[in-house]
């Protein structure tokens, strides 16, 4: 692991979000499903998301079978694999935005369809792409030597989620696994856009910094500005992704713009 330090320096999350750190604000983090309505559109509402505030984007590769996923994100899925969408084609969504702006484009996958590629040819080619790593929702780090190898090599981040149900001794580990930044879940369960952001969320991201986490970032249900200031208070990061599916689904690429526009409103810390 004696690389892991050095690559930490350039780790592309971290820069993202030490950034807006310096600007006094939290980063703001959108996803998108890949290829959802259609690849073009994935790309195109990634440049918009960019240009409208966003300071990280995560392509969600499209799953048969997505556990974590709330309706709206699961409808979308399931429409972008309709369509055709194959595995490979994440990383022309990956190389669009990333050719276009300077946001660090995350992919967010189940672990699956890495092991099927291969661990070595997914990194690789997520690395040629400009992606700056992945996020294994499904993944824990005592399953994930060949991502920490594969990683390490490519120069890739590895972020872990963290959640409410984590022992110490769990957070502990995930924390010491991940580059760039840790994903703390407010919530246990699917995801969705809420009315309320959950009370845990905060505790999480205290026991996070406690294990030693230097960047920790809220997902699960954010929807609105007023909600995104609610978690900038304590978090490095906001994560939207429900209603930015919503807004591409409704009112296409412009809608995405809008509303990143709008929550990047409630980023600025108080």
Known sequence: MTGAQDITSTSKSAVAIDKARAEGRAALIGYLPAGYPTVEDTIAAGI?????????IEIGIPYSDPVMDGPVIQAATTEALANGFAVRQVFDVVAGITSQTDAAVLVMTYWNPVVRMGVDEFSRRLAEAGGAGLITPDLIPDEAA?????SDKYGLDRVFLVAPSSSTERMKRTVEASRGFVYAVSIMGVTGARSSVSSAAKGVVAAAKEAGAERVCVGLGVSNAEQVAEIAAYADGVIVGTALVSAIRDGGVDAVAKLTKDLSTGLTRK
């Open 48 to 56: 918009a998301l960019a240009r409208n505030g966003a300071d990280l």
């Open 146 to 150: 060949e991502w920490m190898e594969a």
